[in-house]
């Protein structure tokens, strides 16, 4: 899988976005916000919408879950182009 070392050269914080609480010296905690367009409920607005505040365990628990779907679209990927290359050659 890639790693990610340096900022991507794309906008990702255009769909979704971590943001420390205004407070977060006092409380620690970031805020996530979603393109209301990705939301699973409908908005007039079509800016960003605060989702949920996320402690630092979880922001770690969030990076292994992504960490986790990120393996498996790789695997899946090399999958594919293991077996096209395969089809490929039987022809």
Partial sequence: M???TNEPDWNYQ?????HPCPCN?????YVL???TG??????AD???IDVAS????DLYDLLANVYLIL???DKRDELEKTYRKKKKKLK
């Fill in 2 to 4: 890639k790693k990610i």
């Fill in 14 to 18: 255009e769909n979704i976005a971590i």
């Fill in 25 to 29: 010296a006092e409380c620690g905690q």
């Fill in 33 to 35: 916000y979603i393109k």
């Fill in 38 to 43: 990705k939301a699973h409920i409908k908005f």
């Fill in 46 to 48: 079509q800016g960003m």
């Fill in 54 to 57: 996320l402690d630092i365990s």
């Fill in 71 to 73: 393996s498996v679209e």
